[in-house]
């Protein structure tokens, strides 16, 4: 729920010591009111309704949780994905973390404009863009139990917040742009540091014991996800990974790397040496709508494909606003 403080200061002056041999004071008018935004929290798990709405949003969630389990290649309920990753991968603690890629707002924002399909998308055809794309998949049929539940827990996960707005936390992390272009080079040292005891030293992930499905998932490789993956996009990952890893020590509150150390990991893990399964479709057929970082040319912009691809982004973003250029990363 969206919690909003209304903190109300009452000041003359407020002096702040350094804890040098300088001091600093600071004056602060009288009657200043500051608004405080908390992050928002999702809704807890036992609120899920009883009855039939209820048991389909329960469902959605273990679909989820357990997505290789139900619909994977193995799948006890459908054969619909290419690999064995679950969507709490990606969409972390179900989808209900801060800054974890969460459904949040998700529910309220549909039918929503997509630059890179160049139509406006229902939430199930969004859906099923995870499905075939980061999981390597084909669709699910839009009335099946499978969808349905899927949207409801969408819709659940989504209570409490205004239509089509978003919250805090809901949106992607904000960072800073490295003034230097993502170096793959100086992001190994990174990923091999921080990373490869989780996910692998090529990348590979660690299955289950019973290889159903994996404790920490492949970063690329035959069961990877997609060049068309939005996690394929430099600031997309790098936004995920400052706030969420290495998974067992950071959150969005104490990241442990800086924002320039979480652009060479992201582009260590999407350096195009790494094999990954072929990309599905036709993506951008209008190039003017392409995302800043989306790596594959040709676009309506001077700029290389490397820089599209490793920045540096600013020049990028300077040049599309001054233009007037469609934005959007």
């Known amino acids: 729920m969206l919690n909003r403080i209304l903190l109300t200061v009452f000041l003359l002056a407020l002096v702040i010591f350094g804890c040098t041999n300088n001091t600093t004071t600071t004056a602060v ?31 959605g969630r273990e679909l989820v949780m357990n997505t290789a389990k139900l619909i994977g290649p193995d799948g006890s309920e459908g054969h ?16 209900l973390r801060p800054y974890g890629y ?8 549909y039918p929503q404009y997509r630059s890179r399909e160049n139509a406006v998308l229902t939430i199930e055809q969004r859906v099923n863009n995870c499905v075939e794309r980061p999981h390597n998949g084909s669709p699910i049929p839009l009335g099946s139990k499978e969808m349905v539940a899927f ?12 239509i089509g ?3 805090k936390g809901s949106e992607t992390y904000a960072l800073t742009f490295p003034a230097r272009a993502a170096d793959p080079v100086k992001g190994e040292k990174l990923y091999t540091q921080h990373c490869a005891r989780c ?24 069961y990877g996800y997609q060049p068309g993956s939005s996690m394929f996009r430099l600031i997309k990952a790098a936004q995920f990974i400052k706030a969420n890893m290495p998974f067992d020590q950071a959150s969005w509150e104490k990241p442990i790397l800086t924002d320039q150390e979480a652009f060479d990991v992201a582009a260590y893990v999407n350096d195009p040496k790494h094999p990954r399964p072929s990309k599905k479709g036709a993506d951008y057929n209008d190039i003017s709508t392409k995302y800043v970082d989306y790596p594959f040319g040709p676009y309506d912009d001077p700029f290389s494909e490397k820089q599209h691809k490793y920045g540096p982004f600013q020049p990028i973003i300077d040049y599309r606003k001054e233009h007037g250029l469609y934005l959007s990363y």
């Open 102 to 109: 969460n459904y949040f707002s998700t529910y309220g924002r």
């Open 29 to 59: 008018s009288s009657d200043v009111t500051v608004v405080i935004e908390e992050v928002h929290t999702g809704p807890d798990l036992s609120t899920i309704p009883e009855g039939p709405e209820g048991d389909m949003i329960r469902y």
């Open 165 to 167: 707005e978003k919250v």
């Open 199 to 222: 996910h692998g030293e090529n990348g590979e992930g660690i299955w289950l014991s019973d290889s159903s499905t994996y404790e920490y998932p492949p970063l690329w490789g035959e």
């Open 151 to 162: 949207v409801s827990y969408i819709q659940w996960a989504s209570q409490g917040v205004p």
């Open 80 to 95: 619909y994905l290419g690999n064995k990753m679950n969507c709490t991968n990606c969409h972390l603690d179900g989808g």
